[in-house]
Every structure is written in structure tokens, then in C-alpha cells.
């Protein structure tokens, strides 16, 4: 995406000094053939200048003339209907020997049952990845990368697609395949496993980038948490989708008479409609489903808050529901967009970023979507101390396009903005295809295009401030801030008041209202069990005193290069404060690992300190509820529900399991019913590459101030050994300095 727009600014450069220098060479032309003296012309977008006399240079590049831009006529393309309703389009381009094709199924994730968010992301990848009923996916790789060929599918919010590319002399090889993953895909179960695994990593780390928080936390802001447009996947929405979901999808939503193609490249266009024609005519149609009817309200004004305490900048986000591009205002909100935050010259950003220093970047408009409200969203990024300032100077900007209406330059350069970019947008065939086929899908006049440049054409600065007046009212944006509270300049709530946005990822297993599906009532057998546990190990008084521990531990760690023995030196001060100095022959010295609700960081000498991604922040803060010891305090405490879960085998024992659920935790204990000791602890987790399901076996129980406490640990990663452990140290409530949980100073640089 970042190559893509250094090319686009490169080509808008390209194309300005082409066009100065035909401007030059049109003047030394003319002026050879008519008198001297200033001639006054007039620019496309209606400003005069003067044209200097013949042998004379201009004395500003401003005075070069400015030829009006040629008629915009890009090649349409060949629209075919088939009978059974499949809609075709064809776009030859003779200039390269290749062949692409691209369909478009309607049907996307708005129309996935909201228990399967997700669903299309799986079905998007796996199309491909999981092959045809004749070949695997990864056969298909191998048959297409000897032929430099491509055949890809993916998944969106309104369509699914599919396409191939590859050279003109390959197509009779390569198409075959093509209608063969349209028709028969396999959908092979190990292929959604990797897409449902893949997609939960991306669950656990989605906390972990401020502007993707901001993003995608803004948008179910505007749009309601339950909308369609704004839903995301959970670990439980993507455990729930099945083989027999894709199967199903496939065979409601892929019909020809839901599908429109384009066929772009060096082909004869009767061969290639005979060709498509064999291949489609005989394929019946078939009821599909109604795109979804969706209701759009516009957001509760106000201030939202996400706390972020790892980062020293803000992301701040103004929205609300923008247009679709139908409106009749498109044109002038489009204008109106480019001049209040389209870019460089834009009044965002020469005022709030160049003139006050408020931003690193800032931007936005309102937007419009072909068949509903886009967002209207602004953005910007600044650092901690400033960021009520620079909401207050957005609000500002904003309301200054009702206080100080456009100028006729600032149109004019928003105009020429906005035209000197379209035609890159459309300097190709294909991307004329493509955009003639979005037209298509949305039920656009085929001539959308063409109007687009006339619509923009003939916006006055009179049409860009009543658009203006309309749709920016700054009173009426929701807006949301990610960031430190702790390093805020002025409190959030001097601009009113504010509203905190939980962000906390359900835990694997778990529905995203976990907290409403949890059993509400202990039983009583449970609970006696786990007191049981309690008086075995100590009893409650003595388990309520312990406030803190300090344990030395030898380890074994499982890793992909094999077991690494470790020392792990550990402070506890519970609830929710763990440091943790690991050493190792493996290691280059000693790493610190520090959790606490404020900061979560790891440190190592020659690598210095970086801070925590909040989603293993979380994972380390939940680990220390889910601990044997606080559980245990909280055996007695009405917030924790208990309660019966069958028997599993641990060892030579047949164990009774007992489910807990409580500060926003939920364990599974396997306790002996006859000593009443814990065998074994379990519970769904997140690590780095997403969920996984961990184990605790229990063992040599060995009393210590008063307490017995188990000495060796052995534990579990999705069934697979993942840790040893015994205990060398264990002390309770020792003396605990409060700088052990200060993030240290980086090392300097070594010396040259």
C-alpha cells in the first residue's frame, strides 16, 4: 500500500512537469508566429492569467499557461447477459500477452449469522487454499507457479471474489482450473483449521496497534457494535464455524445469477464470448438470498475513552454517518473534503499540524459509500500532554467552515487536487473494467465515471459552504480517544463528560458477553469441595494473609529448538503485580519481566526495554488470578460461582472437576475428593500466535510458614509438555520494595 502511493505522488509529479513543459514548448511555438505583447487567457477552472510576449520568459511559473485537460472518454467495455442472468463484461487491451479475469459474488460478511462473524474471512482464504475436489491446494500451487499463473478468492463485507491471471498462450491450461475452484471447491478440513488459527492470531493481537484500536473502535462508535458493517471476529464466533458453513455458503451464494465477471487482456472478443458462453450459458440459476436490510442511526455525541497505557501519543477520531455517493451533494462534499483535510494544502493540516505543531497527522472528511452512509471521520495523532488541545483544535477547524466560508482559491486548488489524481485512478483498462463492474453490482448509470469528472467540474465555492453548512456540525461527532490516561495534559473531562470502552478480548471459549453466559448459582457440593482444598493446604485465615510470595525456581521450557533451563526468580504482590529475572547458559544475561495494570514490559541487556503487546499484558495479569492461591482466598467470597464437572482421570487418581468463574477468570480445578488436594488446574488461554488450551499438574506438597504449597509443576500447551518447574525458594510476604516494578532505564549504546 505504502509503494503504491509513493508511485501514485510520484506519477502526480511526473504528470505536472509534463505538463509544464508542454506548456513551455507550446509558448516558444506560438510566440514564433504572433505579435508581441500579453495575451490573457483563461484556465480550465476559470482564473485569468497573463500569457507573456513573444521572447520574453515568464517571469513566474505561475504565468505559464495551463492547457485545458482532454476529454475524458476511457474504452467501455462489452457487456454480455446470459440467459441465466450471469452479466459479463469484456475489455480488450493488446498491449501485454495476458489474460485476467475477476468475479464478483454478491454476498459478503453482512449476510453471516452474527453467532459466525468471521465466516468470510475463512471461506475467502480456504476457497483457494483448500482446492478442488479433483486437486489440493497446495497441487494447485505447483501446477500454477509452472505456468507464472494465478488463480486467488477472497472475502469482503458485500462480495466474495474470485480471479486468475497469466500469459495469453496459458489461458486453455489455466481457465479449466479457474472454473474448476469456481465450481467444485474442496474446502479440506486442515485448510480451515490453519485460516480459523491464523485468523484467531490476528484476535489476540488486535489490541496491540493504537490506530488499528482507533479504527476499528471508532467505526463500531459510528455505526453500533452489533451493525454489520462494524462487527469482529471473537474466539468463540471463530470456533463456531464449520465445513459445512462453507459448503452451504458456496452453494447459496454462487449461482450465475449472482455473479457479475470481467475479462480484461489480449484476447479476440468473439472467441473469448464463445468461450464464456460453453462455459456459463448451461449453468442454472437459483433463488439467492436478499441482501440484508440494515438500520443506521447516528451516534450519541460525546466522549469515549480506550486505555492504552503502553503508548505516549494519542489517536483521536471525530465520526459520525457520512453519504452514499447517489446523494445529489456528492460532487460538492467531495470538494468541501479536499479542502478542509484532503492533504498537505488542506486547513487541517497547515493549521492544526504546520502552524500550531498539534499533530503528527490529521485528516478526513465526510465519506460516501456506493449503497450506505460511509463514515464521516476525522483523524489525528498526537502526543500524550496534548491531547485536549488538539481536540479543541479540530473542533475548531471544523466549525471554521461554517465561520469562514471556502475561497474561490482554496476550490479551485481543491479542484485541481482531485482531477489531477482521477486519471491515475483510471490510466489503465482494467481499472476502467473494474470500476465499470462496481457500477454494475451497485446499479449505477454506466457513465458513472465520466460524471464524476464533470460533477467535480462544476462545484462553485456557493456549492462547497452549503454543503458545508449541512453535514459539519461539530456538536454532533461521537468522539473517541485511544491512549495514556496517566500522560494526559488536561483531564479528558474538561470537554465533558467521559465514557471508558472495554477492549478486553474474550477469552477463548468464552461469547463475546461471557460475563452474561456464566453459570450465576455455586453449587453447594462444589464449594465444599474447594473448601476442603482450603483447609488442606492451611485453612482460610492463614490463606488470607498471604499478600505477596517470592519463589527461586529451576525450569525446563519447551521451545522450537529445543528445551532451555532456566532460573526464574519471582515476586508476586497479588492481586495483579508480578516481576519475574530469568536466567539462562541460553540466555545473554538477565531478562526482566515486569506486569502490572500500569505498565507491562521485557528487558535484556544488548536488547534494552520494550514494552509488553497489551494482549499478552492481559494474558500475564489473567494468569495471576487464575493462580491456585487467590483462587483459594476467594472460596468463601459470593462473586466466585463454583460448580460440578464431572471426573477426569490425573495420574492414578480419579479427579472430581469443579469449575470457577470469578474476577473475570474461569479455571478448571481436578481436585483428589478424598485429600481434597489439586491435582490439576486448566483453562483456555491467549499466547502469542492466539488461543491455547493450558494444563497445571500439581505435586509434592510441602508445608512452608504454615502453608503447604506444591513444589513441582509440570505444564501442558494444547496437550503437548510445555514446562517443568520445582520450587528451590518460597517465602511469604516478604519485604517488597515498589521500584522492583519500575520500568528500568535503558543500557546506553557500547562504546565505538
Not at 509529479?13 to 504572433?34: D, E, N
Request: a neutral charge.
Amino acid at each position: 500500500m505504502m509503494t503504491r502511493a509513493i508511485l501514485r505522488g510520484t506519477s502526480v509529479l511526473i504528470f505536472i512537469l509534463a505538463i509544464a513543459i508542454f506548456a513551455s514548448a507550446l509558448w516558444a511555438q506560438t510566440a514564433a508566429h504572433k505579435p508581441a505583447g500579453a495575451q490573457t487567457t483563461q484556465s480550465p477552472t476559470g482564473v485569468k492569467s497573463q500569457k507573456p510576449g513573444a521572447g520574453e520568459p515568464p517571469a513566474a511559473w505561475k504565468q505559464i499557461p495551463i492547457p485545458p485537460l482532454p476529454p475524458f472518454h476511457p474504452q467501455e467495455p462489452k457487456r454480455i447477459q446470459l440467459s441465466n442472468g450471469m452479466v459479463i463484461f469484456l475489455q480488450e487491451d493488446h498491449e501485454l500477452p495476458v489474460v485476467g479475469g475477476f468475479m464478483r459474488i454478491r454476498g459478503g460478511s453482512i449476510s453471516e449469522p452474527a453467532s459466525k462473524v468471521g465466516l468470510i474471512d475463512v471461506y475467502g482464504e480456504v476457497w483457494r487454499t483448500g482446492g478442488t475436489t479433483n486437486r489440493s491446494g497446495d497441487q494447485l500451487d505447483d501446477f500454477l507457479e509452472a505456468r507464472a499463473a494465478k488463480v486467488e478468492t477472497g472475502g469482503g463485507t458485500l462480495s466474495t471474489t474470485i480471479s486468475f491471471n497469466c500469459l495469453k498462450d496459458k489461458l486453455d491450461e489455466v481457465f479449466p482450473v479457474f472454473l474448476e475452484l469456481l465450481r467444485q471447491p474442496a474446502f479440506r478440513e486442515e485448510k480451515i483449521e490453519l485460516a480459523k488459527t491464523q485468523l484467531d492470531t490476528g484476535i489476540a493481537r488486535r489490541n496491540d496497534d493504537i490506530g488499528e484500536i482507533a479504527g476499528r473502535e471508532s467505526s463500531r462508535l459510528a455505526y453500533g457494535r452489533d451493525n454489520p458493517y462494524a462487527r469482529i471476529p471473537e474466539y468463540s464466533t471463530v470456533a463456531a464455524i464449520s465445513r459445512d458453513d462453507l459448503l452451504k455458503w458456496h452453494q447459496t451464494f454462487v449461482r450465475p445469477n449472482n455473479i457479475i465477471a470481467g475479462i480484461h487482456g489480449d484476447f479476440d472478443p468473439a472467441a473469448m464470448e464463445l468461450r464464456l458462453r460453453q462455459a456459463f450459458e448451461s449453468w442454472e440459476r437459483a433463488p439467492v438470498p436478499a441482501k440484508p436490510t440494515v438500520p443506521f442511526l447516528e451516534p450519541k455525541p460525546g466522549i469515549s475513552f480506550i486505555e492504552k497505557s503502553d503508548v505516549t501519543q494519542s489517536e483521536i477520531r471525530m465520526v459520525k454517518l457520512g453519504i452514499e455517493r447517489n446523494n445529489p451533494d456528492y460532487f460538492a462534499v467531495e470538494v468541501m473534503n479536499e479542502v478542509l483535510g484532503g492533504g498537505f494544502s488542506s486547513r487541517l493540516f497547515k493549521t492544526i499540524r504546520t502552524e500550531k505543531g498539534l499533530a503528527y497527522s490529521v485528516g478526513g472528511g465526510i465519506g460516501a459509500a456506493f449503497d450506505h452512509p460511509a463514515l464521516a471521520r476525522f483523524s489525528m495523532g498526537t502526543k500524550s500532554p496534548s491531547t485536549v488541545e488538539a481536540i479543541q483544535a479540530l473542533r475548531s477547524e471544523l466549525e471554521g467552515m461554517l465561520t469562514r466560508p471556502a475561497t474561490a482559491q482554496e476550490v479551485r486548488e481543491a479542484k485541481d487536487a482531485i482531477l489531477n489524481r482521477f486519471i491515475f485512478n483510471f490510466d489503465s483498462k482494467d481499472k476502467v473494467l473494474g470500476e465499470r463492474m462496481l457500477y454494475e453490482f451497485f446499479g449505477y448509470p454506466a457513465d458513472f465515471l465520466e460524471r464524476y469528472r464533470a460533477g467535480i467540474e462544476k462545484v462553485t465555492p456557493a456549492d462547497v459552504n452549503a454543503v458545508a453548512r449541512k453535514y459539519i456540525h461539530p456538536e454532533q461527532f461521537a468522539v473517541l480517544v485511544v491512549g495514556n490516561a496517566a500522560e494526559l495534559g488536561k483531564p479528558l473531562s474538561s470537554l465533558g463528560p467521559v465514557t471508558p470502552i472495554d477492549i478486553t478480548i474474550p477469552a477463548p471459549g468464552a461469547s463475546p458477553s461471557a460475563s452474561a453466559d456464566r453459570p450465576t448459582q455455586t453449587d453447594p457440593k462444589a464449594r465444599a469441595l474447594v473448601e476442603k482444598f482450603v483447609d488442606a493446604v492451611g485453612g482460610a485465615t492463614k490463606l488470607a494473609g498471604v499478600k505477596a510470595l517470592h519463589q527461586v525456581v529451576s525450569a525446563t521450557q519447551q521451545t522450537p529448538q529445543g528445551p532451555m533451563n532456566l532460573t526464574n526468580d519471582t515476586t508476586i504482590q497479588f492481586p495483579d503485580k508480578l516481576r519475574a529475572a530469568v536466567t539462562s547458559e541460553q540466555l545473554p544475561g538477565q531478562m526482566l519481566i515486569v506486569v502490572t495494570p500500569s505498565t507491562a514490559f521485557m528487558s535484556m541487556p544488548g536488547a534494552g526495554t520494550r514494552d509488553m503487546p497489551s494482549s499478552l499484558k492481559q494474558s500475564r495479569l489473567n494468569s495471576l488470578k487464575r493462580d491456585w492461591l487467590p483462587l483459594a482466598q476467594h472460596a468463601a467470597d459470593p462473586a466466585y460461582v463454583f460448580t460440578l464437572g464431572g471426573t477426569q482421570r490425573v495420574g492414578d487418581a480419579d479427579a472430581q472437576v469443579v469449575n470457577i468463574f470469578g474476577g473475570g477468570v474461569s479455571v478448571k480445578w481436578a481436585l483428589d475428593p478424598q485429600s481434597g488436594r489439586l491435582l490439576r488446574a486448566s483453562y483456555d488461554d491467549v499466547g502469542q500466535r492466539g488461543p491455547v488450551q493450558r494444563a497445571i499438574d500439581y505435586s509434592d506438597w510441602r508445608p512452608v510458614e504454615g502453608l503447604t504449597v506444591p513444589f513441582k509443576r509440570s505444564g501442558t500447551e494444547n496437550g503437548e509438555p510445555s514446562t517443568s518447574e520445582e520450587i528451590q525458594k518460597y517465602e511469604i510476604n516478604p519485604p517488597i520494595d515498589d521500584k522492583l516494578f519500575e520500568k528500568p532505564p535503558d543500557a546506553p549504546p557500547p562504546a565505538k
